[in-house]
């Protein structure tokens, strides 16, 4: 295909996206179906340009006074991928698949400047959550938000119940070249965001993946699961297990050593922990499945560390699902602040005298996090915050580069927001909290 057609084809995926709401992987799986002639690089560079479109919407609709799905992807080539006017006119020329050319008034738009915009396109935010990213950011709002509609790498976990960071470098180095360890955390590996015209690189096909020698699993995600950190022969509940991500990096930090409990209100999605622990070569997990009053009585007082990777929005995956952004509406966010605050009430049950509640959200919004800790803490005073950042340290998993970048996120309650502009990871807040003796 030439690259005329392709811009055609992300117009009618960001469609798909927008006006039939469907996620995009579903939007770009039928289109593939539909146009069986594009071959994997034609659908690899439709698919960045679309989901530069959803990352870019807000200045995109702000430039180009609509919010078309045309208007979005010509946006997107000017905004994110830097293409000048004639550059876009050229690419649409001698192309009987490309779209219509440019109009006066869409040349006139890509043109216009966005730096006098409101916060909320400076954001890429929608507008109502102009507010929440302000108290979260301050000054920062508008620059936080920019890096959350930015394109996200692609980070691994080294599972060291089976290999150590340097053989696990080596063996994926070997397949996918870019990859580098990570600066901020010892058993971490990055490779680094593609051109947005590129295939995304295969991290979960290659053997070290397969050997279960490495987990896909975001720098955030895996610097969350550290504050867990308890000494080897620890009882660990994950509350909210769900697929087991973190359920595998809490056993592979506890060295098969102690006993992690992983359960989840939702069985379907508890069930995909099996495979996936068998292949990390984990020991150490008892699956809890079925009703809470059954599954997990026996606990109660008990745990040494609770986990709540609690139900979110998820504003902090925003990078890797700019779809979700612009799905998410006030009352999702309550509903997740009434789980939030069910799940603490429920979860913290479990915690032993001098035990800790780690409670975590993949999100950045004030009234997922510090809110939801500060009506916790009223009406629990038996629990007493203490500091996230001593709690992750305390897995000698951070590199000194780590200890200053993640120390740097600290806030109130001594939680941590981590942030893609800070540490360029997922948006993720972690509050530890004690529980008196
Ligand atoms: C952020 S996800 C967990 C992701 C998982 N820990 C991982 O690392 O892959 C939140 C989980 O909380 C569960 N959940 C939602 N409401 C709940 C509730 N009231 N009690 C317990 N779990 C709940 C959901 O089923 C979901 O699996």
Redesign the pocket.
Known sequence: MKDGGRVAAAIEVVDAVLDRHQPVKTALRDWGKAHRFAGSKDRAWISGLALDALRRRASARFVMSEDAPRALVLGALHLAWGLSVDEIEAMFADDEHAPEPMSAAERAGLARPVENAPLHVLAEIPDWLEQSFSRAFGEDAALEGRAMAARAPVDLRVNRLKTDPDKALAAVVAKLKDARASELVKSAIRIPETDPRAKAPPADSIPAYGKGWVEVQDLG?QIAALAAATGEAGQVL??????????LALAAMMGNAGQVYAW???WR?LRAIWPRLKRAGVRDVQVRDGA?AEALSDLERKMDVVFV????TGSGTWRRRPDSKWRLKSDALYKRIK?QQ??LE?ASKYVKAGGRLVYV??SVLPEENEDRITDFLQLHPEFEPVSAIEAIQASGELTDEGEIQVGACEGRHGALQLTPARTGTDGFYVCVMEKGG
């Open positions: 995600s994950d509350y909210c297990a769900g697929a087991g991500g973190k359920t989840d209100r939702d999605r809470e990777d609690a139900p979110c789980e069910e799940v429920n959200t993949c």
